[in-house]
């Protein structure tokens, strides 16, 4: 949880109270639902009725969890994990426990079902403050922004969520199923949960843990036969995992040679001794003959012979 997203967490809050203060208090906020709700939006541009009834569903539970439940379970088998759809799962169990403890809690009716003109219609038994497809909107889709791997697919799909969440809350009200508040309410509702994601992350991890190590457990009981012998050991520091040699055969680590048997081209047995690789037997008269003793400088037409130095006391040379 960065700064940032700690401020923007108290300050959503904090809408959110100020909004659910208003409609407790009957006040602008309310007279302004009801001014909407006389204009009534779907009268007033009666041709894209039709399709709004069909981009309403971008924020209906159902078809929306399970579209995104399969993209995120397609990223789930290319990683190996299932972070994805346990994000995705969490999210919507704190949507469904927050915003549904707020619908029934505060029981506002709709302006299909409004009984007094002016009237907040709250503790009525209604279930749509805050508007439900509005959250729903924000969390769905926003949880795919949550999950991008790189800042640009981040802010992309930051900003479709935002998009989609504004137009299926606008839709709500066209339609006369929301007053304009459910849907203020809704969307700090939905970026609530979203912004407390990385409190729950931990939680997440543990599930996670468990899940896989049970997933292990069963794939090891219907395929035994996955893990066959013991598993490679790691290669020594500074050993590479194999070479080729020049004849072209490729030794692995554990036969590569090692000190004096290097040199020699020799490599070891699996008992750990030195194994030097067969060569070529020769002949005596094949092989090659032996260098005489003397020097092995070889001679030199310009070189004179060395003369031993005379004697001082006789004159002669050594052998004199």
Not at 173 to 183: I, P
Not at 298 to 305: E, K, N, S, Y
Request: glycine letters at 10%.
């Amino acid at each position: 949880m960065t700064p940032t997203r700690l401020w923007l967490f108290w300050g959503t809050l904090a809408v959110y109270l100020v909004i659910v203060a208003g409609v407790l208090a009957s006040t602008w906020l309310v007279t302004f639902d009801w001014q909407v709700m006389f204009f009534r939006p779907y009268k007033q541009w009666p041709s894209i009725h039709a399709f709004l009834d069909y981009f309403v569903v971008l924020g209906q539970r159902g078809p929306t969890a399970v579209a995104v439940a399969a993209w995120l379970g397609w990223r789930c088998w290319r990683q190996r994990n299932l972070h994805p759809l346990l994000v995705l799962g969490a999210s919507l169990l704190l949507l469904n426990m927050t915003v549904g403890a707020a619908k029934l809690g505060m029981g506002r009716l709709g302006p299909h079902y409004a009984t007094a003109v002016g009237s907040n219609e709250m503790w009525l038994g209604g279930d749509i403050f805050p508007s439900g497809h509005t959250a729903n909107a924000v969390v769905t889709w926003g949880v795919l922004a949550y999950l991008a791997t790189t800042s640009l697919r981040r802010r992309t799909l930051s900003v479709i969520a935002a998009l989609g969440a504004l137009g299926v809350g606008m839709t709500t009200v066209y339609l006369g199923t929301h007053w304009v508040s459910d849907v203020l309410l809704g969307w700090a509702a939905g970026l609530l949960v979203l912004l407390a994601l990385p409190w729950i992350e931990p939680g997440i991890i543990w599930v996670e843990d468990r899940l896989m190590g049970i997933i292990l457990r069963l794939w090891l009981r219907l395929r035994p036969d996955s893990l066959r012998g013991p598993l490679p050991a790691a290669a020594p520091a500074g050993l590479s995992p194999q070479r080729v040699t020049p004849e072209g055969e490729v030794v692995r680590h554990d036969t590569v040679p090692t000190g004096p048997t290097a040199r020699s081209g020799a490599t070891r047995a699996p008992d750990g001794r030195p194994h030097h690789p067969a060569r070529p037997h020769i002949s005596r008269a094949e092989r090659a003959p032996v260098t005489p003793a003397g020097s092995r400088r070889p001679p030199h037409a310009d070189r004179l012979p060395r003369t031993p130095p005379l004697s001082p006391v006789t004159g002669r040379g050594p052998g004199g």
